[in-house]
Every structure is written in structure tokens, then in C-alpha cells.
């Protein structure tokens, strides 16, 4: 990653002894403008973000851990929006958009009528990243400044270590969005971008959600609106996930296939401590309404498992038909990494008859709940057909 100091229109005059300039003031007040939350804050809700923690802590505290990550973006989101008292934001772009956590698009009118050069600036705090803007022809025959570029996660381990890091590489946070444009002159001008205020009405829903989190590590990339209606990208990483991959039904069981997102040493999965702490975590079935436990054999494989479902312990723990949920340690298994609304009526499943090896039959039903968990509702009908 390199770090690049601001283009400026001259080398700036030294202030006089016991003077501070106007330009000093206005830099001092952009730089506390970026800069993020108290380190305290950050270094809490860091901490409370930590996989191994979020695996290990109950439904209470990852709720606590979710309040500290929330409060914390509502101040990076204020300090981003904070006017740095040199230039008004520019009016709403023409586009700006950002889909699957991956490729920014902008489009807009360009300020001056030639701009001599022009870039966007992706900063949080002392980083950032320069992505050049195109000058091209508007319908109008205007200038228009655009711009595509893929942003990468962080935490995305697809990069060898040997691999030159891709810019814009960002981390969790909130980015402030700047287009720097310099005119024939010299001139250079930083100017934030407005992004409108959602409507009342708000957008027709469609069948997928306008922001996808990665389905590699779970980190969403979006769009927000700061104070004062600056835009800025705001990163969220995922805690501690539990992602259903596949499952396939047949005539004689269910294998579900899986993988544990943001988990033990994501970085290095593969390590033998990762792959250990993985194995390490305990598996289960739990029946709804009365918590009735059957373990589950995981077989692993870096950080994807797979099992097959033990629906005979499940279907043969009491009478009647009964749902039953699947955790892997302390992790819910659901399908979550997705933009899909409505994952019922998107992935419809029919029941099923399962043959059993000791000969019973079972009817089982694997589906995902409207939350995106995954369930099975199971009945041994053995004494009904025989």
C-alpha cells in the first residue's frame, strides 16, 4: 500500500514566526475532519468484532458487540461528514453506485468546464487510495467525470503476500469520497460529493437487496450518507458466520456442505492451529421448543465441512414432527452472505422420504426460514406405512 500526499496547486509560503496561516487552520481542520473515533472506541469495537470471540460469546453479548460496532460508525459516519470549511460539496452525481461489495461506478457533471485533470479521492484517516477520472461528453455535450473501479477488502486472502497490494485495498471503516480537480491554471480544488436523502416512499423492493456483502468474507461494501449529505463508503466486517454452501437431499440421507466465514485465523486457514480450532468446535442439532441435542460429525477441509444429517437420532428422539435447527459451535448454519429477499420462495424445497439403513422411513423437509437459517422439519412415518 502506498500513501500519497495531497496534489497541490504550489509549494505553500512559510507563516511567520508566532503566525499560524489561514491555509495551516484549514488544513488543521481537515485533517480532524478524517480523523476516525477515539482510538478506545475503535480498539473496543475491534476487539468485541474478534472471530474467536464472536464465536465463543452468547446471543447477549454479540448483541452488546453489535450496539459497539453500530455506535462506532455512527461517529466515523458524523467525523466524515464534518465540513472541512474550504469548498461546498458538489450537487448529487448523475450515478453512484456500488454492487456486491465490489465495483464503484461514478458519473458526474464536471464542476469546471475543462478540467485540466481529475481524480477521486478514497480516504480514512492518513490513507487513501487516487482513482483517476475520466473526462468524456455528456448528452448535452457537457464534460462528464466517470470512473469504474473494483475496491478490495482486506480481509479478501485471494493476494499472495508476494502480490503487490491493489489500490483501493480498504479495511473496516468509514471512506470519505473527494474529487480533486486541477483547471489550466493550476488550480487545485477538493470538493466532497452530495448524496440525496432517501425519499419517504423509499424504492420499489425487488427480489434482491440493493447491497451484497462479499460471498468470500462476508464484508459489506456501501453507499451511505454522512452529516451534512456527504457520501462517503462505509466497510462493515462480518462477525463470525456459519455459511450453508449446498445441501443435497437423497433417497437415503442429507449432506449439507458449509464453511465457517470470518473465523479462526481466516488469514491462514489452512495453518494446522487454524484447521485445529475449526475442528475443535462442537456441532449439533437442536430441536425447537425444547432444546433437545444430536451431535453432528463435521469432516473439514481448511474452513469448509460438510456432514450427513443423523436423522435417525433426530426423527427417533420422541414422537411426532418436529423442526430442528444446526449450530456449529456457537454459530447459527443459514445461508446470510446473499442478496436474495425471499430465500422461502426463492429456493423452494418439497418434502421428502428418506430410507434409513435400519429400515426405517423418514420424512424430511430441509429448507431456509425467512432469517435465512437452516432448518429440517422431520417425521418417521415407519409404523404409518408399514
Request: charge should be positive.
Amino acid at each position: 500500500m502506498h500513501h500519497h500526499s495531497p496534489t497541490t496547486g504550489g509549494p505553500p509560503h512559510p507563516a511567520p514566526a508566532g503566525h499560524t496561516s489561514a491555509s495551516s487552520r484549514r488544513s488543521a481542520r481537515s485533517a480532524a475532519s478524517e480523523r476516525p473515533p477515539h482510538p478506545a472506541l475503535s480498539a473496543l469495537a475491534t476487539l468485541l468484532a474478534l472471530p474467536a470471540l464472536q464465536s465463543a460469546l452468547g446471543p447477549r453479548a454479540r448483541r452488546a458487540a453489535a450496539k459497539a460496532r453500530s455506535t462506532r460508525f455512527r461517529l466515523e459516519r458524523a467525523a466524515a461528514g464534518r465540513d472541512s470549511g474550504r469548498e461546498p460539496l458538489l450537487p448529487p452525481p448523475a450515478h453512484l453506485s456500488l454492487r456486491d461489495s465490489r465495483t464503484l461506478n461514478l458519473a458526474l457533471a464536471a464542476p469546471e468546464p475543462d478540467p485540466r485533470s481529475a481524480e477521486l479521492l478514497i480516504t480514512r484517516g492518513h490513507r487513501r487510495f487516487r482513482v483517476p477520472l475520466a473526462v468524456e461528453r455528456d448528452t448535452d455535450g457537457g464534460p462528464l467525470l466517470t470512473a469504474t473501479v473494483t475496491l478490495h477488502d482486506a480481509l479478501d486472502t485471494a493476494r499472495t503476500p508476494r502480490t503487490p497490494a491493489p489500490a483501493p485495498l480498504l479495511g473496516d471503516g468509514v471512506w470519505r469520497l473527494t474529487v480533486v480537480t486541477a483547471d489550466e491554471g493550476g488550480r487545485v480544488r477538493r470538493r466532497g460529493l452530495t448524496l440525496e436523502a432517501p425519499t419517504a416512499a423509499g424504492a420499489p423492493q425487488g427480489p434482491t437487496t440493493p447491497h451484497a456483502p462479499s460471498p468470500r468474507t462476508g464484508t459489506l461494501m456501501r453507499v451511505v450518507r454522512c452529516r451534512g449529505g456527504r457520501a462517503a463508503v462505509q466497510v462493515t466486517r462480518s462477525p463470525a458466520r456459519a455459511e450453508l454452501v449446498r445441501f443435497v437431499p437423497r433417497g437415503d440421507g442429507i449432506t449439507v456442505h458449509g464453511r465457517v466465514v470470518a473465523g479462526p485465523s481466516q488469514r491462514a486457514v489452512r495453518a494446522t492451529r487454524a484447521v485445529r480450532a475449526l475442528a475443535a468446535l462442537p456441532a449439533r442439532a437442536v430441536r425447537r421448543r425444547d432444546g433437545v441435542v444430536v451431535p453432528l460429525e463435521l469432516h473439514w477441509e481448511g474452513a469448509a465441512f460438510r456432514c450427513v444429517l443423523p436423522l435417525g437420532a433426530m426423527a427417533g428422539a420422541g414422537p411426532g414432527q418436529w423442526v430442528w435447527d444446526f449450530r456449529v459451535g456457537e454459530l447459527p448454519l443459514g445461508r446470510r452472505l446473499t442478496d436474495v429477499r425471499d430465500l422461502p420462495s426463492a429456493f423452494p424445497t418439497p418434502f421428502r422420504l428418506v430410507a434409513l439403513p435400519d429400515g426405517r422411513l423418514v420424512r424430511a423437509h430441509p429448507h431456509l426460514t425467512a432469517s435465512g437459517a437452516f432448518a429440517v422439519t422431520c417425521l418417521d412415518i415407519t409404523k404409518e406405512t408399514s
